[in-house]
C-alpha cells in the first residue's frame, strides 16, 4: 500500500520553513513580532512624549522668565519714576523744587530753589541761602532742617547749593583754604549762584540772607565778611568763624578751637549774625561761637548784654547773649545745652539732626525777619 503524502498549503510551507531557520514557531514569532512592535511604538511614543514635554516646559519657563523679568522691569521702572518724581517734589511743603547748576571761580555746581506755590511775576520775595555741612547735600539739608515749610508759611524763597564731591571729597564747602585761593574761589561760585538765581526769579535783592550748618556755617561768615553789603543778616550753626584757618591742616586746629581767628573788617559793615552751637558739640569746639560773636561784635561796634535762660516746653535749655549796637540786636550767641553736632529741632530721621534742641529754623527765619524790618 503506497502512503500518500500530504500536500502542503504555501502558507503552511512557510510556517514550516520558519520554524526550521529560526526554531520559532508562526504563532510564537508573531508574539515576539508584536511584543517588539509594541516596545518601538512605545519607546517612540516616550521619545515623542518627552520632546513634546521638553518643549512645552521650554515654553512655559521661557514664558514665566519673561512674565518675571516684565515685572521686575516693570517694578524697577515704578521705582525709578518714583524716585525720580520724589526728587522732583520739595521736601517737606507746597512748592515748586527746582534744579539748575552755575559756573564760578571755583567750578560748576549744582543747586537746588523752593519756590512756594503761586508766585506770580510781579511778587518779591526774600531770598534765604542755605549752605549743608560735610556729608549732605541740598535735599539731606531741606529735609533736616525743614526750612521749607517756613518758606511756604512766610511767602519766601530758599536756595540750596550743592558742594560737587570732586572738590571736596567729603562733601564739605572749602571755607578754611584760603591759602591756596579755593575759598574764595568758592565764595564767588556761590556768589554766581546767587546772582542767577536774582535774574531769573522774583527775589527782593534787599532781603537776601544767608545760613549754614558746620562747614556750611563756616563758608556763610566767610561770604558774609567778603560780600557785606549783598546780605541783609547770617546764621553759623556750629561753625568755625572767618580767618581761623588757611590750609586743612589748620582746620582742625581751628574746629578744636585752637586757632584765634584774623578776619578783616570791610569798609561796608557786616550783616548781623545769629549763632546757635550746641555745648556737646565734639566736632567743632563751642569756643568757636564765642570767638564768631566777639569778633562781630567788636566789627560792629555792639556791646554785650546779661545772658538768659530760655526753654520751651521739654526742648533742650538754651543760653542767649545778645550784642546790641544801639537798641538794635546785631548778634545773638544761643548756647544749646545737650545738643551735639546736629541741627537743633531738626528731623530725627536724617543724621545730624536733634529733634529734641529748639527749633533753630524759627528762631533763624524770625532772626532774619527782624533784620529785614529793621533794614526797611
Given amino acids: ?8 498549503t504555501p502558507s503552511a510551507a512557510m510556517r514550516r520553513l520558519l520554524k526550521t531557520m529560526t526554531g520559532i514557531s508562526v504563532p510564537a514569532a508573531s508574539r515576539t513580532v508584536k511584543q517588539a512592535t509594541k516596545k518601538t511604538v512605545k519607546k517612540k511614543a516616550n521619545k515623542t512624549a518627552s520632546k513634546i514635554v521638553k518643549k512645552v516646559v521650554r515654553k512655559v519657563v521661557k514664558k514665566t522668565a519673561k512674565k518675571a523679568v516684565g515685572k521686575t522691569t516693570k517694578k524697577i521702572a515704578k521705582k525709578s519714576v518714583s524716585s525720580a518724581s520724589a526728587q522732583s517734589k520739595p521736601p517737606f511743603s507746597a512748592g515748586d523744587w527746582i534744579k539748575g547748576h552755575a559756573i564760578g ?28 555741612g560735610c ?14 515749610t517756613i518758606a511756604a508759611r512766610s511767602r519766601a524763597l530758599v536756595l540750596y ?20 585761593g579755593q575759598a574764595n574761589a568758592e565764595a564767588a561760585t556761590l556768589m554766581s549762584i546767587i546772582n542767577q538765581v536774582c535774574i531769573r526769579y522774583p527775589v527782593n535783592r534787599e532781603a537776601v540772607a544767608i545760613a549754614g550748618f558746620s562747614a556750611g556755617a563756616s563758608m556763610a561768615a566767610l561770604l558774609a565778611t567778603l560780600h557785606p553789603a549783598r546780605f541783609r543778616a547770617v546764621a553759623m550753626h556750629s561753625g568755625v568763624p572767618p580767618g581761623s584757618a588757611r590750609s586743612a591742616a589748620s582746620a582742625v586746629a581751628a574746629m578744636r578751637g585752637l586757632q584765634r581767628s584774623t578776619a578783616p573788617g570791610g569798609l561796608h559793615p557786616w550783616p548781623p549774625l545769629l549763632i546757635a552751637h550746641g555745648r556737646r558739640d565734639r566736632v567743632v569746639a563751642i569756643s568757636n561761637a564765642h570767638a564768631a560773636a ?18 520751651r516746653g521739654k526742648r533742650y535749655t538754651s543760653t542767649v547773649t545778645d550784642f546790641r549796637a544801639g537798641r538794635r540786636i546785631v ?4 548756647e544749646i545745652d545737650k545738643l551735639g553736632h546736629s541741627w537743633s529741632g531738626g528731623d530725627s530721621k536724617q543724621r545730624f539732626s536733634d529733634a529734641a534742641g529748639p527749633d533753630t529754623s524759627r528762631l533763624i ?10 533794614a526797611s
Fill in 365 to 374: 527765619w524770625s532772626f532774619f525777619e527782624r533784620q529785614m524790618r529793621a
Fill in 331 to 334: 548778634v545773638s550767641l544761643n
Fill in 294 to 311: 566777639q569778633l562781630w561784635a567788636s566789627s560792629l561796634g555792639a556791646r554785650e548784654s546779661t545772658p538768659r535762660k530760655v526753654q
Fill in 105 to 132: 571761580a571755583g567750578g560748576p555746581r549744582r543747586y537746588c530753589l523752593f519756590r512756594p506755590h503761586g508766585v506770580s511775576a510781579d511778587e518779591s520775595l526774600p531770598l534765604l541761602v542755605m549752605l549743608h
Fill in 1 to 8: 500500500m503506497s502512503s500518500r503524502r500530504r500536500k502542503l
Fill in 135 to 148: 556729608s549732605q547735600n541740598a535735599p539731606d539739608f531741606a529735609l533736616s532742617t525743614r526750612m521749607n
Fill in 161 to 180: 547749593p550743592e558742594q560737587d564731591l570732586r572738590f571736596n571729597p567729603q562733601g564739605c564747602w572749602n571755607w578754611y583754604d584760603t591759602k591756596s
